[in-house]
């Protein structure tokens, strides 16, 4: 790890927002005032404090919101106004989208058909600094949780793929948003896996850019919907079909990446993995392979044929990853969006 990582800040997820926003906004409905700042316990046991962006309350209802700090993440909701009404209900909590939150419409997510997209843990977090408010007593609430511009944002997320409509997703497994992990990624990785199954989808895409992407879709004539984003994340996306197998999978992208799979690496990320080029001229059989200095340019050395090896190789090893789970091929692509190897099934 470099010193520039250890010094990378820490953030909070939506769901940690969400949380911190109903419990403030429920003391203020109890006519306690709302809670500035205010802290609530993760699931690990973390007691972050959270300040006051906006309140405001009325008859029968009180409503907080915090701005979201994601640290040094890359977090598309990282500023992002989150918010929460907390108004008297029926038994329990009831959980309700509002502005920017979206629906979900598909089945095989955590949320069933029809529920706003408020992941499981933290509707658990909000039910839990709702109840450190009320002391043991038994909730009567409806609690609406809203993220401006959320509609917006999601745009740019998995969401629309994953049939959730009209904002965005409230998050979180820990309440804590890790600088630079992967975590969230390959969630939505495994997300993607779970809709395509509950949908009987027999065939995916997993593509580590946009370009293969929309090369292996022209091939067969796919929805985005069967497509997973996978980027460089080969290994879990491998892994979770191994557990969760589709009929088949086409695995396709760049000559680069396809030739790290095929030396097996499992995170195809520049930072994490590199080509190794000996290794290259040895399966082309062409000396001066060695001495590339990307792949795409040992492809330009060795033609067609170096570029079917690798497409091969990496089947195999994708193969030997999935252990007969997942039918395998492979498709590389160039730039330009050709085709330079495909194994077929």
Request: hydrophobic share 45%; proline share 4%.
């Amino acid at each position: 790890m470099t010193e520039q990582t250890k010094t990378l800040r820490r953030g909070w997820t939506t769901g940690a927002c969400a949380a911190a926003a109903a419990k403030s906004a429920c003391a203020a409905l109890l006519g306690r005032g709302f809670l500035d700042p205010v802290s609530i316990t993760l699931p690990r046991g973390e007691e972050p404090r959270f300040a006051l962006e906006h309140r405001e309350e009325g008859e029968g209802w009180a409503r907080a919101c915090i701005i979201k700090d994601a640290g040094d993440d890359p977090d598309v909701t990282h500023g992002a106004l989150i918010c929460a009404k907390v108004s008297r209900g029926a038994n329990g909590l009831r959980f309700l989208a509002g502005e920017g939150v979206g629906t979900v419409t598909k089945p095989g997510l955590p949320i069933a058909v029809g529920e706003p997209a408020i992941n499981p843990v933290p509707r658990q977090m909000i039910d839990a600094a709702i109840a450190d408010v009320l002391g043991g007593q038994t909730p009567h609430f409806d609690v609406e949780i809203s993220v401006k511009g959320g509609e917006a944002l999601a745009a740019k997320t998995w969401n629309p793929r994953l049939g959730i409509v009209g904002g965005l997703s409230i998050l979180g497994t820990t309440g804590i948003v890790r600088p630079f992990s992967c975590s969230a990624w390959i969630a939505s990785i495994h997300r993607g896996v779970d809709v395509a199954r509950a949908l009987g989808r027999a065939h995916l895409i997993a593509a580590t850019g946009a370009t293969s992407e929309t090369t292996a879709r022209g091939l067969y004539g796919l929805p985005e919907e069967d497509c997973l984003d996978m980027g460089d994340f080969v290994g879990g996306t491998l892994k979770y079909l191994r557990r969760h197998p589709v009929e088949r999978l086409t695995i396709a992208g760049g000559i680069g990446k396809i030739t790290k799979l095929a030396q097996g690496a499992m995170d195809l990320h520049s930072k994490r993995s590199a080509v190794d080029f000996e290794a290259l001229a040895a399966l082309s059989g062409v000396a001066e392979v060695a001495r590339a200095n990307t792949a795409l340019e040992a492809y330009q050395i060795a033609g067609t044929p170096l570029a079917e090896a690798v497409a091969l190789k990496a089947k195999a090893q994708a193969e030997a990853t999935v252990r007969g789970a997942v039918a395998i091929e492979v498709i590389i692509v160039d730039r330009a969006g050709a085709v330079l190897a495909q194994t077929g099934f």
